[in-house]
């Protein structure tokens, strides 16, 4: 079973910036592909929304409310993905999701198995003076 773990949410001050990282991994032998990942944050009291997302040729989308202000990455490895966010505010405030929507792995077993939609606990980011 492949998960994602998201790591490095804080509570920073207005003005500050941040780094998020997520990992896919999981009692797997290797990931093959992973088609787009994404970050999605969600406020008390609010739908989860579309922060930033890139797909395995390196297109990106952002969220108008974040352009300019947070940049989405994908490392050498298949597996991860990072959100550098700068210039915080306090309505950034949020738990922040990593997603994965579609990712092909190889079972140590040597079976392919493909699932769909996968997501991280979510990793907390405050933003406050």
């Known amino acids: 079973q492949v998960r994602l773990q998201e790591s490095g949410g804080d509570l920073v001050r207005p003005g500050e910036s941040l780094t998020l990282s997520c990992v896919a991994s999981?009692?797997?032998?290797?990931?093959?592909?992973?088609?787009?990942l994404g970050w999605y944050r969600q406020a008390p009291g609010e739908q989860r929304i579309l922060v930033a997302s890139?797909?395995?040729?390196?297109?990106?989308q952002y969220a108008d409310s974040v352009k300019g202000r947070f940049t989405i990455s994908r490392g050498n490895a298949e597996n991860a993905t990072s959100l550098h966010m700068s210039s915080l505010k306090s309505e950034d405030t949020a738990v922040y999701y990593c997603?994965?929507?579609?990712?092909?792995?190889?079972?140590?077993?040597?079976?392919?198995?493909?699932?769909?939609?996968?997501w991280g606990p979510g990793t907390q980011v405050t933003v406050s003076s």
């Open positions: 999981g009692n797997i032998l290797n990931i093959i592909s992973i088609d787009t």
């Open positions: 890139i797909t395995n040729t390196g297109n990106t």
């Open positions: 997603n994965a929507d579609r990712v092909v792995y190889t079972l140590p077993d040597g079976r392919v198995i493909t699932v769909v939609n996968r």
